[in-house]
């Protein structure tokens, strides 16, 4: 054992509330430390709330955090093959991994150690010997913040499609994949193979990518921009209802008023008559 004093946890026994998803799965917490001691330790006070895996070393630390897209990662510094420092600068400067939530472990507690955990991208820097206590909040209070922001991509994805402007690495990725759905809009082939191939990445990790930052798969994804393109342009009143169907890549009107219906629960005529008298209200208030 590197260090007979890494863990603490008089306060073990403290209830903390099991960590789901949307689908009602346990969040996914991977632990990568050497130490065989301190990684049964961190899986036996985590998995009755999250579902917990393992790596022996930072190289396997990658591999596996690539394959299976945790919510959050927790990593010793000091590991063969590849270290702590070194795991998380690979995933925090990896489109497919950037936003997973990183909490580095060490005994090396001094600030130049601190400084370059946090350079490197760490989400939060724990010293040994850690309170599980502590731990267990920090883990709650990362994937707290990561799904505020989850909420905050979605309802960007919720404004019409001409004011969504996002910026960090994340949120560029959605931009990008914005801006692909809009320049291939009319197209009633786009497709997600198509779409993960110019983001540059397989279409699994485009779908863990996305249900990750937005809770949406990449068709639910690419069906959200379509509608809410969709109603700018019918609220804009220049096109009929078959025009803006083709517009936003319907080969059929009834098809288009049927999934426009079922997204925004009344039929695109409907939804443009509302909007016209909704516009020509605020005229004659302006006019008042």
């Not at 790596?55 to 897209?69: E, R």
């Not at 319907?250 to 008023?257: A, M």
Request: charge should be negative.
């Amino acid at each position: 054992m590197k260090n007979s004093k890494a863990m603490e946890s008089p306060e073990a026994s403290d209830v903390h509330e099991v960590q789901e998803d949307a689908v009602g799965k346990k969040l996914t917490i991977l632990v990568v430390e050497d130490d065989e001691d301190i990684r049964k330790y961190i899986r036996k006070e985590l998995e009755s709330r999250y579902q917990v895996e393992e790596a022996v070393n930072g190289a396997l630390g990658l591999s596996k955090a690539k394959k299976i897209l945790p919510d959050l990662v927790i990593t010793d510094v000091m590991m063969p093959e590849m270290t702590g420092t070194e795991l998380c600068k690979r995933l925090k400067t990896d489109a497919e991994t950037c936003h997973i939530p990183v909490i580095i472990l060490t005994a090396q507690s001094d600030l130049e150690h601190r400084i370059e955990g946090l350079e490197t991208g760490a989400d939060s820097y724990i010293p040994k010997p850690f309170n599980v206590k502590h731990l267990n909040v920090r883990i709650e209070k990362l994937i707290a913040l990561r799904q505020t922001l989850k909420e905050r991509f979605s309802k960007s994805l919720n404004m019409e499609a001409q004011e969504v402007t996002l910026t960090s690495t994340d949120e560029r990725l959605l931009q990008h994949a914005i801006d692909y759905i809009r320049e291939n809009m009319e197209d009633p082939e786009l497709s997600v193979e198509n779409m993960s191939k110019a983001l540059g990445m397989s279409r699994t990790h485009l779908h863990r990518k996305l249900k990750a930052l937005t809770n949406q798969s990449p068709i639910e994804f690419i069906k959200v921009i379509r509608m809410k393109q969709a109603a700018y342009l019918l609220s804009t009143g220049k096109l009929s209802v078959s025009e803006v169907g083709y517009k936003v890549g319907y080969n059929t009107p009834s098809y288009f008023s049927s999934s426009f219906n079922a997204h925004f629960g009344m039929s695109p005529t409907a939804y443009m008559e509302q909007r016209g008298n909704s516009n020509g209200n605020e005229e004659k208030e302006v006019k008042k």
